[in-house]
């Protein structure tokens, strides 16, 4: 999360995440934070920031982090099985989300900026109403921080609008699956941000990880032929920029969501996203001429592709871990190729489905064992 839109995807790797805290706890020891991923993904920015934090933590601890015990462990068999289940259902809407958004778009001539506009700010709202009622202490305390009012601006704009504008481009130049892959390509880029500041060198598998990833890109991009480009160029440019605002949401945000939550966090910024995009595109003037068919396939990419698509991510979340989730996220790539091909008629060369296996496998190699170390301490 797109992770689609988009959502998800889209969800951020657990590697990296953990990454993330690793880079966290070098600064302050004394804080700990979790945080899980999709890229994900659907290039929901639900996806990505359900990918930003784990809903297991929602505030800091004064203890040690080497003391920290995570509730995975503490799971029966069948509640394993039963979080597992919900991540991959998660996944998986996060997926179809993306063919689907290709379906409305192709259909009935839907742009991607009308779509992010009314998606991001309908699903806002629905975000901020079930958080009135699930976490108004929450809710009412990120509202009165004044002070947070330009980074949540800033939230909204680079992690939010711009991935979602940038992964329906790619949908539209190309399909749900390709767009949902080369998304999952941030897990790199908060990989690189996360050594800088930890001032090290990426570990062998990480190193493995970057050669993957890129080789994927370069595979889905020229179809096996480095001569040429296969992919249209400016669908590579906006999935670059998907990536690059998905790695942003697992790092400019992450504070907020330790502090508030991720349900109140992702009804602010994909509100604020939403009305941003109004004035540019005036949505009331260009309403797409659906059929029933067209507003249920609407409805559903906003109430199940983006909101229950995450709720089930991130309850699935809590009960297996970042790590396995992590994992589990695999799902949503490999549903958003099937359904592209299914359902929207997208052919993928030789290459391309190498590439797509490249990157995917490569969600797998850079769950470093230093991850799962600490992820179990």
């Excluded at 995570?70 to 979080?83: A, L, S, V």
Aim: with cysteine.
């Amino acid at each position: 999360m797109s992770k689609q839109p988009h959502t998800t995807a889209p969800e951020i790797a657990g590697a990296a995440i953990d990454a993330v805290e690793e880079t966290a706890l070098l600064k302050d020891p004394s804080t700990t934070s979790t945080t899980t991923a999709a890229s994900t993904s659907e290039a929901s920015a639900s996806a990505a920031i359900a990918s930003a934090t784990s809903p297991t933590t929602t505030a800091s601890t004064t203890k040690p982090a080497k003391k920290r015990r995570h509730r995975t462990f503490e799971q029966t068999p069948n509640r394993m099985i039963f979080g597992a289940l919900l991540v991959l259902l998660g996944g998986s809407l996060w997926g179809i989300n993306g063919s689907v958004a290709k379906t409305i778009m192709t259909d009935y001539a839907v742009s991607p900026l009308w779509y992010a506009c009314v998606r991001q700010t309908i699903a806002g709202v629905i975000f901020l109403v079930v958080s009135a009622f699930t976490a108004r202490r929450q809710l009412v305390g990120a509202v009165k921080d004044v002070r947070a009012y330009p980074k949540y601006i800033l939230t909204a704009f680079v992690c939010v609008a711009l991935e979602q504008v940038a992964y329906l481009y790619v949908i539209q130049y190309t399909n749900g699956g390709t767009a949902t892959v080369l998304q999952t390509v941030n897990l790199i880029m908060v990989l690189a941000y996360v050594c800088f500041a930890a001032r090290r060198w990426p570990h062998w598998r990480e190193t493995l990880g970057i050669v993957m990833a890129f080789c994927g890109v370069v595979l889905l991009a020229t179809g096996g032929n480095i001569t040429t480009l296969a992919m249209p160029l400016p669908a590579l440019i906006w999935g670059l920029i998907s990536a690059f605002s998905a790695a942003c949401l697992a790092i400019v945000p992450l504070k907020f969501i330790v502090r508030w939550g991720d349900m109140v966090v992702n009804g602010i910024t994909f509100f604020l996203a939403g009305l941003m995009l109004v004035p540019f595109v005036q949505p009331w003037r260009n309403i797409p001429q659906f059929d029933l068919r067209g507003w249920l396939l609407f409805s559903f990419t906003v109430v199940v592709g983006t909101f229950m698509a995450f709720w089930f991510f991130m309850a699935g979340m809590s009960i297996v871990g970042s790590l396995r989730g992590a994992l589990l996220s695999t799902a949503e790539p490999i549903v958003a190729t099937i359904t592209s091909v299914a359902w929207n008629g997208a052919v993928f060369s030789g290459a391309d489905l190498c590439g797509i296996g490249l990157i995917i496998l490569m969600v797998f190699v850079i769950q470093h064992k230093p991850a799962i170390a600490k992820e179990t301490a």
